[in-house]
């Protein structure tokens, strides 16, 4: 009992995977299921049960989004104003250096479950132990990829115990902090294409996203229908970190 150790658990996870192992870790906006190996993420999207045209996304923090993505000034500004000003998680889906050591570590068959038309997603601002654990793969030039830790089609969980058993025994190591800290919004997080500045899918804090788009920047995104009409978020079907 008492606090959590975030640098320790970190160091757990990162050694699972450095491994070759699968790991169920939690983020502020839900539990996701991750590895390094294309074999090992390819066990995950079988437990998952998961579409072949499905992808994964790179657990990220920000300074590896600004290695990685080949972005424009505004939109980049866009970012800052999210990630940084506001400190709201976001996906960012664009245009990516192929020959960062990052994704040239990636095996072949990994990028292709992880990219989409030359863009890649990267999850930001997920929480302090995703964040440490991205600390440590990148200092190691090693990828971490993953989705949602949930069978397809059911929705992000936002506690361990809610988690369903084929995820967690196609992992090696599972970490539990609990309830999530953005539960309530019941959806996973909000995916961004900045190429074409398209909301891929209505995640958590896209009432605060959407209003910093347009109170900022002038751009106008479709409005959330709610949970009862769109439960997945999904306006495009593609989206990286999909459920």
């Not at 030359?118 to 964040?131: K, S």
């Amino acid at each position: 009992m008492g606090r959590r150790d975030i640098k320790g658990d970190a160091k757990r996870i990162f050694d699972t995977i450095s491994a070759g192992g699968a790991v169920i870790m939690p983020g502020d906006i839900g539990y996701a299921a991750g590895a390094n190996s294309g074999a090992r993420l390819q066990q995950l999207f079988d437990a998952k049960q998961r579409a072949p045209h499905k992808r994964n996304a790179m657990a990220g923090n920000y300074e590896l989004h600004r290695e990685v993505h080949e972005i424009g000034t505004r939109e980049q500004e866009i970012i800052d104003a999210i990630a940084l000003d506001a400190g709201l998680p976001i996906c960012v889906v664009a245009p990516f250096r192929a020959d960062h050591p990052v994704i040239a570590a990636a095996a072949a068959d990994t990028l292709t479950a992880s990219t989409v038309g030359g863009t890649l997603a990267m999850l930001l601002n997920n929480g302090r132990l995703p964040e440490e654990v991205v600390r440590l793969t990148h200092a190691a030039g090693l990828p971490l990829f993953g989705s949602s830790a949930n069978l397809t089609g059911t929705g992000t969980r936002f506690r361990v115990e809610d988690i369903q058993q084929p995820i967690i025994d196609a992992v090696d190591l599972v970490v539990d902090y609990g309830l999530s800290k953005y539960h309530h919004y019941r959806r996973s997080s909000t995916v961004i294409d900045f190429t074409t500045m398209e909301v891929i899918r209505i995640g958590s804090c896209y009432d605060l996203i959407s209003d910093i788009l347009d109170r900022q920047f002038g751009i106008a995104v479709p409005a959330d229908p709610g949970r009862d009409v769109l439960p997945s978020g999904h306006l495009r079907e593609q989206a990286a970190a999909a459920n």
